[in-house]
């Protein structure tokens, strides 16, 4: 039996994970797995039902499950609210830390028929296939944050407001650098071995840290071909070359960042799935987020969710098979011609969102 469970979410979660959801129920029948599926209330839509962006009872949930898939949350509505209450902090974050899911997954990869979806040059981007592991539960999104009143001392001796000061800290600790590490490293094993240790060495304590440590462990793993470089090279790097990467491993916000980029290689961040992993449950998402501005007009690309689906079903429940059955179903309509607007081409076919997974299933 697979307990999973639903969170669709906010915006276009509401209408890409249904058609994931469609996807995994027709996958799990062909290769005989027997699935319970749920649905619970996250984000905005669970403030709107009862107040709370991450319900109790969504977290008690989620621990009895076997594997979560989530659309996402946010939007126009709840970005008034204080940042402790916020959808993307009150919930994601808070659900990552709450299960423990340190790392984040996220293969870039492009399907050879989406040469021409991808903003940059054919012989550039041919060929890209990588993935990303960001640190999920720690650096800057989730160092100590606040805010006081900012003051200066005049020439009288008199305190004066100035305005207000606003605080992040970024930090990590060597237990918590060892084991992204870790997870970066086997999955390398699989591949060419090859990482890329990505920080700001140059600048920031926690990344001296992240360097020697990486270093100390590559020098422990001599099938591993351990480099460092700097983020901001990396970014630079990701559009002169991408194929010179095989496995980035990086702090948070790095990775948040530069995932947003590495998905333009893959012609779309409608593109682009995730895990979720390193605790109790694995989460599946799409690296995107609820994009309010095409949300319910049926445009979004619901491959990014399906292909987080094939993801689920290779590493919670080692189907292999099955989960390369739906990347294949997904070249196929690609192949065929069919696109969502954000990886329209010239001469394909442009379908909305119910449309492509219909097409998805149908290649099953
Ligand atoms: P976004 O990823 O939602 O959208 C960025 C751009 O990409 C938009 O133009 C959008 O239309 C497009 N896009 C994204 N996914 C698409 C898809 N599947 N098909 C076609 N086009 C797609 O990022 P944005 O606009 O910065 O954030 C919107 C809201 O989502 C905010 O409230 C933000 O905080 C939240 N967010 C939530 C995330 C999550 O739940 N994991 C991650 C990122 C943002
Ligand atoms: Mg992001």
């Avoid at 990482?195 to 001296?208: F, Y």
Wanted: hydrophobic share 45%.
């Amino acid at each position: 039996m697979a307990k999973i469970l639903v969170l669709p979410g906010d915006g276009i979660g509401q209408e890409i994970v249904p058609e994931a959801v469609k996807v995994l129920e027709k996958v799990a029948a062909k290769h005989g797995l027997d699935l319970q599926l749920q649905e619970g209330l996250i984000g905005g839509a669970a403030i709107d039902a009862v107040g709370k962006s991450l319900p109790d009872e969504t977290l008690a949930m989620c621990r009895q499950s076997d594997a979560v898939l989530l659309g996402a949350v946010g939007g126009p509505k709840w970005d008034t609210l204080p940042a402790a209450q916020r959808p993307e902090v009150a919930a994601l974050l808070a659900l990552r830390k709450g299960l423990g899911l340190y790392a984040n997954i996220r293969p870039c990869f492009l399907y050879p028929a989406l040469v021409d979806a991808s903003a940059l040059k054919k012989e550039i981007v041919v060929g890209t296939d990588m993935v990303v592991i960001r640190e999920l539960t720690g650096g800057l999104y989730f160092g100590e944050k606040f805010r006081e009143a900012y003051t200066v001392t005049s020439l009288s001796g008199e305190e004066v407001e100035m305005g207000e000061k606003a605080v992040d800290t970024l930090v990590y600790t060597t237990p918590e650098i060892e084991r992204i590490l870790k997870l970066a490293f086997e999955t390398a094993r699989k591949r060419s071995g090859k990482v890329m240790s990505v920080d700001k060495a140059n600048v920031l304590e926690s990344s001296r840290l992240w360097r020697e440590t990486a270093q100390r462990m590559a020098a422990d793993n001599p099938d591993i071909n351990l480099e460092s470089m700097y983020v901001d090279n990396c970014a630079m790097q990701l559009v002169r070359d991408p194929k010179q990467f095989d496995v980035i491993v990086t702090e948070n916000m790095f990775g948040d960042i530069l995932t947003d980029q590495a998905s333009m290689l893959s012609g779309s961040i409608g593109m682009l799935p995730s895990a979720s992993v390193g605790g109790e449950v694995a989460l599946y998402e799409p690296a995107h987020g609820s994009a309010p501005d095409i949300a319910g007009k049926g445009l979004a690309n619901p491959l990014a969710t399906i292909l987080s689906v094939a993801m689920m079903l290779e590493l919670t429940f080692n189907m292999t098979t099955a989960a390369d059955s739906i990347r294949n179903a997904v070249e196929r309509v690609l192949n065929a011609g069919y696109r969502t607007g954000d990886i329209m081409t010239p001469g394909a076919k442009q379908i909305g969102t119910t449309e492509m997974g219909a097409l998805v299933r149908e290649q099953l």
